[in-house]
């Protein structure tokens, strides 16, 4: 019966399918419910419902443990890989609840997981156990995308500018899709181009530093700087500023991907204390993370891609849209090209990468390779995602 179920997914020309996504933010669980019509460069795309289901403090303080090499072991990990997948599956039936229908209206599931620890092209470990998320909502589920793309001799990641070109391309104009999440990355997508001229890596990072420094700063009252309004009244420390923007993950050639391993808790505590110790006040603390952020956008350009393109305009997305302090700071390191968001073109920041996901499960199951080597490094186009049912 569940082959069977599959099979008739897998010949459908329209799916209804919910996409999943937990970042590096830990914010908590994105879930997207769109409705996807063809497959590839015919893909149409109806987002119907989109919401963010919060972590409880208890279960975000569990993922950066595991996260952490000298805190985690196998049966922290392993505990949380199924507590992670019955979280997933409620996040899935919460949206359908709300969208006024039931998860067997489904076609089709589409997860990221949580990402533990990611080596590029090495190795890479997402938990969020799809098959617990397939037997408590009886959808056919696609998860653990990255890995196909690393045995294929990829850095698995990033995965997102293959949807990007779906959903983006434009004839006339070169596009950057700049995404700000935990970590920030950019896809370009040249005018006209097909999916072998697109390039995309991450810039460096999103609002993990800043999201860390506000919880240190706080003691754990605050998650993150709403609006950038803290960072708004400090100034930037040149000291500081001088020795991030000095980080080698900076000068490293694309493609290239990082994460928690290279910007995460222990960097950031490290790098924070110290200027504690030095007097420098909070808010000129989160002012110079924040300039760091935009800038270090900003000089992967000025690396990587304005020599070699023309840039008509950059279009924003993920959490970081929210922090008008550095998207203020953005435009300012980048005054002559037009800065967008998602929402200008019809789009939902946040919810672009739960989308994502749906788009990915739905290329994976119409059989379609849906990772771009030249973005990501692999020796080929390969289908990435694997099937619980």
Known sequence: MKMQRLLQVAEKRERLVAGLMSGTSLNGIDVALVRITGSGVHSQIKQIAFKTVGYEPAVRRSIREACRPAASNAAIICSLNFVLGELFAEAVAEICKDSGITPAELDLIGSHGQTIWHQPGKSTFQIGEAAVIAERTGVVTVADFRVRDVAAGGQGAPLVPYTEYLLYRHPLKTRLLQNIGGIANVTVLPAGGGAATVTAFDTGPGNMMIDYAVNRLTNGEQQYDKGGEWAGRGGVNKPMLAEL??????????????????????????????????????????ATLTCFTARSMADAYRRFILPQVHVDEVIVSGGGVHNRTLLTLLRRELPDIPLLSQEELGFSSDAKEAVAFAMLANEAISGHANNLPAVTGARAPVIMGKISL
């Open 245 to 286: 923007m000095a980080h080698p993950y900076l000068s490293c050639i694309p493609p290239k991907t990082t994460g928690r391993e290279v910007f995460g808790d222990a960097y950031t505590a490290e790098l924070v204390n110290r200027y504690i110790a030095q007097g420098v006040a909070a808010a000129d603390i989160l």
